[in-house]
């Protein structure tokens, strides 16, 4: 099939089909006698692979290796258990750091006055120039 028919069936943009085939993360296997890249069910299945573990936050040198995995049929699934637990506690880490920077922007939000004043300490705070004031209760 033509690289439009996989990327609709794989549920991914054109643009990113050909990237992932350009640095040989899922490449298709033949090309027509035009030079058309001609993917095969197969193909998409990967790419629909790589979909997922994108959308789960692994990049691309981590998805290349669970394609690995993937394809290897004498795999450990320890190693495809380490790998995802890794992925787990970076993304543990990535929420802590969101939840701070919720928690942060909320105060600078919080103290300012929101009134015509030009005064404010949401852009104070964004540029590091004043501590965080509360409002006033």
């Known amino acids: 099939m033509k690289i439009g ?12 089909v ?24 197969d193909d998409v299945r990967r790419l629909r692979f790589v979909r997922q573990s994108r959308a789960f936050g ?14 290897d049929r004498s795999r450990a699934s320890a190693d495809v258990k380490r790998i995802a637990q890794a992925k787990v506690a970076e ?12 928690d942060e922007l909320s105060s600078l939000a919080a103290a300012c006055q929101g009134d015509d004043r030009p005064d404010c300490p949401i852009l104070a705070g964004l540029a590091g120039t004043q501590d965080k004031q509360r409002a006033p209760t």
């Open 5 to 16: 028919d996989a990327a609709r069936a794989a549920g991914l943009p054109v643009k990113t």
């Open 18 to 41: 050909r990237y992932y085939a350009d640095i040989g993360l899922v490449s298709p296997r033949s090309r027509t006698a035009s030079g058309y890249r001609d993917y095969a069910d």
């Open 58 to 71: 692994f990049n691309v040198e981590e998805c290349r290796e669970l394609l690995s995995l993937y394809a």
């Open 91 to 102: 993304l543990d880490l990535r929420l802590r750091e969101l939840h701070a920077l919720r």
